[in-house]
């Protein structure tokens, strides 16, 4: 099956979550500012990158995860991506998408603003990644809840 | 091959163009309302989630017609499909994406957002209605320009 993690940029929350989930970084303790910065694609991305899925890794069940950054689709993401799938015939069991923004606070908002859309990285990147450590117990809920509730049950159902 | 035309709703001038494309609404320079009201879709999502690709119809060629909604995102939601469809190494050239939005006056967008996304009707639809009518012939235009490309008009 395919992750799909996906955020406003795909550069820090739903990056975030894909290395959790690929054990990129620990689900038990706040991951240090230079593990943040060496995951693939962190505080990367610029709007030119927005809309493609970057593939991150394969997890230990060999699922491959991506994250893909959606800007202002916003709430018409989910509906695009089931309606193509159904029209290509990807079954719905082959992919599953799950949105990061609900980890993001708002030090995370601001950062990211500074650091992608403003281009201020050297003043954006800290700001991201401190607020991106203050979120991690968002992230460990997040991960574990599509480990052990949401896979399963696409897995089992029909 | 899936030829899917997009505007901001998904259900204004992306419908009038996969009407005209479907031979649902005349290529003339005029049209009326209750040719345009009379459309699948027209104003109407009919309970679909905005986002949802619309199933308009078979065209001659046997490709099926559809339309969509992207909101402001009229060059990353053809971007994510495609990068969607290449994931499960699909080829990306059996879908083929149509701007709808060239010929989309303010009127259309607001008046249509007023309509279909706030249930203003009242004040929306009227809005909508003659932003298509004065677009008309482009709009008319931009579809046999776009099946003289994929070689339906000889």
């Given at each position: 099956m395919k992750i799909i993690y996906n955020c406003f940029g795909g550069?820090?929350?739903?990056?975030?979550?894909?290395?959790?989930?690929?054990?990129?970084?620990?689900?038990?303790?706040?991951?240090?500012?230079?593990?943040?910065?060496?995951?693939?694609y962190f505080d990367e991305q610029l709007a030119e990158d927005h809309g493609d899925f970057k593939y991150m890794g394969e997890d230990e069940q060999g699922n491959q995860v991506y994250v893909v950054g959606r800007r202002n689709l916003g709430s018409l993401f989910e509906p695009l991506i089931h309606g193509i799938a159904r029209i290509f015939s990807i079954s719905p069991k082959e992919y599953l998408i799950v949105n990061t923004m609900p980890c993001v606070n708002w030090i995370m908002v601001l950062g990211g603003i500074l650091s992608r859309k403003l281009g201020m990285v050297s003043l954006g990147r800290p700001i991201v990644i401190y607020g991106t450590q203050q979120a991690h117990g968002n992230f460990v809920k997040l991960v574990n809840r599509v480990k052990t509730t949401i896979l399963p049950a696409k897995e089992n159902s029909k | 091959m899936k030829i899917?035309?997009?505007?901001?709703?998904?259900?204004?001038a992306s419908v009038i163009m996969a009407g005209i494309h479907l031979g649902l609404l005349p290529e003339t320079e005029k049209i009326d309302n209750a040719a345009i009201l009379a459309l699948p879709y027209f104003d109407d999502r009919k309970g679909n989630l905005p986002g949802t690709p619309l199933y308009m119809g078979e065209d001659e060629k046997g490709n099926q017609v559809y339309t969509l909604a992207v909101g402001n995102e009229r060059f990353l939601a053809p971007k994510t499909v495609r990068s969607f469809l290449r994931l499960f190494q699909l080829d990306d050239r059996e879908v083929y994406m149509v701007d709808a939005l060239k010929y989309t006056a303010a009127a259309m967008k607001w008046g249509g957002f007023l309509s279909a996304d706030w249930g203003l009707k009242l004040i929306g639809r009227p809005l909508v209605l003659a932003a298509v009518k004065k677009a008309y012939p482009d709009y008319v235009q931009q579809v046999r320009r776009l099946k003289q490309e994929l070689g339906y008009l000889q």
């Open positions: 550069s820090h929350s739903s990056v975030t979550a894909a290395a959790m989930h690929l054990g990129l970084i620990s689900e038990n303790r706040v991951p240090t500012a230079e593990e943040l910065k060496a995951i693939p | 899917i035309y997009y505007c901001h709703s998904g259900v204004h």
